[in-house]
């Protein structure tokens, strides 16, 4: 769900997701997969945006697509 109210959503505020893609900036981003229970997985990578497109579906809430493209290698670790 897209949330302009998020800073890391709101297109003004510095390093946000747009501001990020609009500048082109290398950041840290860290995706969490989640397990069974309470284990999870988390991917943390460096790599900058270069898609970022806001939807607004008639039924539903704000959506965004965000492509991230990854610079480097990718750091996992699995919290049980």
Do not use: C
């Not at 897209?2 to 840290?28: E, I, K, R």
């Not at 284990?39 to 579906?57: D, H, L, R």
């Amino acid at each position: 769900v897209f949330d302009p109210d998020l800073a890391s959503h709101d297109p003004t505020v510095s390093n946000s997701l747009y501001d990020l893609l609009v500048d082109g900036t290398v950041a840290t981003f860290r995706v969490t997969y989640p397990g069974a229970s309470t284990a999870t997985t988390t991917a943390t990578f460096s790599g900058f945006v270069s898609g970022f497109e806001i939807t607004s579906p008639m039924e539903d809430g704000l959506t965004a697509d965000v492509t991230i493209k990854i610079s480097g290698a990718i750091t996992w670790a699995h919290v049980a």
